[in-house]
């Protein structure tokens, strides 16, 4: 039993890392794809243009400043990155446990801290995005942030059970 459940420690994690890694890589290749909608976000831009009434309410709220928006994105950038380093330390730990070369609690506290660092980011999308309103207009990042959130938990939940 303890063999299974280091593999599906081992899938868990690397599915994410895999995920996170190709998210990450098109934020280094193509940040404008995504950085677009940060910055949309911040600014509150289909706010104001859908829900002008409500938007007047939170409009200080925005943040307009370009430089500050690519700040926010490059942090994102940053944390995606840091979340995947530790993610795949994990898998390496993981497949070390399996392989006998190192202990298998290794592998999962590593695990653990990649899969906590992962729910981090798309938790800390959640927060920023709920004090900019995005649920106004963009409920398919909120959606898909949600999704995500919930996918590092359950990996959380998974490895804390071996």
């Known amino acids: 039993m303890e063999t299974i459940l280091m593999l599906a420690h081992l899938t868990a994690t690397g599915l994410i890392a895999s ?22 976000v911040l600014s509150m831009t289909r706010m104001q243009k859908e829900y002008p009434e409500q938007f ?14 690519r ?12 979340a995947c380093a530790l993610l795949w330390i994990g898998v390496v730990a993981l497949l070390m446990g399996l392989a006998g070369a ?10 653990l801290l990649g899969a906590t660092a992962f729910t981090a980011v798309w938790g800390g999308f959640l927060v920023v995005g709920n004090h900019f309103y995005y649920w106004f207009c963009h409920e398919g990042a909120q959606n898909t942030h949600y999704q995500m959130t919930l996918w590092g938990l359950g990996t959380m939940i998974l490895i804390s059970l071996g």
Request: a neutral charge.
């Open 19 to 40: 995920w996170l890694t190709l998210g990450l890589r098109d934020n280094l290749l193509h940040p404008a794809l995504n950085e677009t909608y940060t910055a949309e």
């Open 56 to 69: 007047a309410i939170v409009a200080h709220r925005a943040v307009t400043d370009r430089k500050l928006q």
């Open 71 to 82: 700040l926010a994105f490059r942090i994102v950038v940053v944390a995606e990155a840091l």
């Open 102 to 111: 190192a202990a298998p609690q290794t592998g999962q506290v590593l695990a």
